[in-house]
């Protein structure tokens, strides 16, 4: 007995889902190995045609991404040890600032300081039985961050490696009337993930000047460089937002005295982290990946969903092959059509 079309497609909507949540630890790494691959691809081939040999070929672009990312885990620990310098000169200041913006919460809001302190002291009672929660799931989060930085060069090495074996592999599977648009599909899908990084660099170019053009604003000395330094901290899933900006927070505190500004640099970065994840990423991205806004949006929240922050950043140009091989076959056509950008 055959099921009916609608419920069928429920049935493989969930069964994907499923497996996407249950197969996270296997596939967020390979995807993320798969969109390195196709953009190195072009400088792979390159050296390659230069006379260069495979493994070389392969070594020295993969070399460049690591030095990249290394850059900015450095980056990312200078911060760090730069916080831990500050916190000496900021111990003397925190009594005195605490007071000060008690008075000003009463003032502003008329929250009276026997209400603050008793909001205060749920806080600390709901984070001290969380705790173990909490310790636990960065633990958890920092040793997956760990493999996946072990292992991803190792994937992206071993897929462009495999690449023909690969490419061979779709052609032996996929229908006779489909294998002679295969090769137009996949070459699209490359030159899509080269777009999609583009778009990933103006995204961060442009959060890093709204960045500092808010702290700018609020009066932050080196607005820009605390700017641009946060936007790129944000490649690194919740750690790099939060030192990055715990920085200029605290520096300004410690100039300042006061909570004012540090509270507003804090509602800068929140308001532009906001619009980065639900109109300039989908907007951006989507018109680099042939994407229109719509579908961008849906994909970054089905990402969200199914594997958190990874989910955001990879469904996006998921949906974009996806796009691609729909348009080179006349039955998924209109798919195509649907996602198309404007």
Known sequence: MS??????????????????IVGKPLFVPLLYALVAAMVLY??????????????????LPLLLVVLLFGGIIALLSYEAIILLGEWEMLQPRIGPSMDRLHHE??????????????WIRQIVARASTESVTVVRGALMAAGEALVDMIIIPIYIALLLNYRRRLVHFLHDIVPDEFSGTLAAAIS????????????????YLSVGALNSIGLWALGVENALLYGMITAIMTIIPYF?????????????????????????????????????????FPW?????????TLVALLAIFAGALVWGVS???????????????ASHYPGMKPWSKLMAGD
């Open 105 to 118: 919460l009463e003032d502003l809001l008329g929250w009276t300081q026997q209400e603050q302190q008793q």
């Open 240 to 280: 790099g937002i939060v030192i990055s900006a715990l920085l200029p927070i605290t520096v300004s505190w410690i100039h300042t005295g006061s909570m004012m500004q540090p509270l507003g640099i804090i509602a800068v970065f929140g308001v532009v982290q906001y619009l980065e994840a639900y109109l300039i």
């Open 3 to 20: 099921l009916p079309p609608l419920l069928r497609t429920l049935l493989i909507v969930v069964c994907t889902g499923v497996i996407l």
């Open 311 to 325: 989910g955001m950043i990879l469904f996006v140009p998921l949906a974009a092959v996806f796009r691609i091989f």
């Open 284 to 292: 951006v991205v989507g018109r680099h990946v042939n994407l229109n």
């Open 188 to 203: 699209d899908s490359v030159r899509t993930f080269s777009r999609f990084i583009r778009g990933m660099a103006l995204v």
């Open 42 to 59: 072009p400088m792979t081939r390159w050296l390659e045609l230069r006379g260069l040999g495979r493994t070389l070929s392969i070594l």
